[in-house]
Structure formats: structure tokens, C-alpha cells
Nanobody
Framework: QVQLVEAGGGLVQPGGSLRLSCAASGIVLSMYAMGWYRQAPGNRRELVASIGTYGDTNYADSVKGRFTISRDNAKNTVHLQMNSLKPEDTAVYYC?????????WGQGTQVTVSS
């Protein structure tokens, strides 16, 4: 059984930082393209950052220079370091793993940026 479990969300003040983690069981994440998505109330789910199997990364324009996606293959985990957080970053953040026809999602973790 495949599971992706996100952790690290919470409440943070504007300008603060959070580090999200996505830990996998049942699959080897290094074989999957990984993505972090987010969805705010009333909005569609959007791609925030992605990392390919060769370490190539891609970011939404709104988070470039502030967020960093990375892999820890030894721990079968993917991280999203989020710095200089803004209120508009408030959303549920989801981890996604894709390989060919396989497509897995985590349950999401809430990130709230507010003073």
C-alpha cells in the first residue's frame, strides 16, 4: 500500500519560514517525479514546485526565490523549504508523486501565514 504523508505545516507570521516534508511508504521516491501543490479556499489546486528524478526543479513564479524543493533519498522523503512567507501563501499543501501511469497524493498539510 502506497502512502504519502505530509508534515510541517502550521501557523507562521509573515516573513517567517516553514519546512514541509513528504515521507513515502510503498514506493521509492527517487524513481518518481515529485511535486508540491497547494489549494486555498475557493481556488483550484496549483503547482508550487516540482523536482524530477535527475534533480531538475521548477517553481511557480509566485514562489521563485523563496521556496526550495529537495529530495532526501536516504530517508525516502521530499522537502519544501518555504522562506519569506506571505499571507497569500496560506493554503493546504499537497505532495504528489508521478511515474508513468502511477499518480499518488498525500492528505495535505495546512499552512497559515498570518499575524
Amino acid at each position: 500500500q502506497v502512502q504519502l504523508v505530509e508534515a510541517g505545516g502550521g501557523l507562521v507570521q509573515p516573513g517567517g519560514s516553514l519546512r514541509l516534508s513528504c515521507a513515502a511508504s510503498g514506493i521509492v521516491l527517487s524513481m518518481y517525479a515529485m511535486g508540491w501543490y497547494r489549494q486555498a479556499p475557493g481556488n483550484r489546486r496549483e503547482l508550487v514546485a516540482s523536482i524530477g528524478t535527475y534533480g531538475d526543479t521548477n517553481y511557480a513564479d509566485s514562489v521563485k526565490g523563496r521556496f526550495t524543493i529537495s529530495r532526501d533519498n536516504a530517508k525516502n522523503t521530499v522537502h519544501l523549504q518555504m522562506n519569506s512567507l506571505k499571507p497569500e501563501d496560506t493554503a493546504v499543501y499537497y505532495c504528489n508523486a508521478v511515474r508513468m501511469i502511477r499518480d499518488y497524493w498525500g492528505q495535505g498539510t495546512q499552512v497559515t501565514v498570518s499575524s
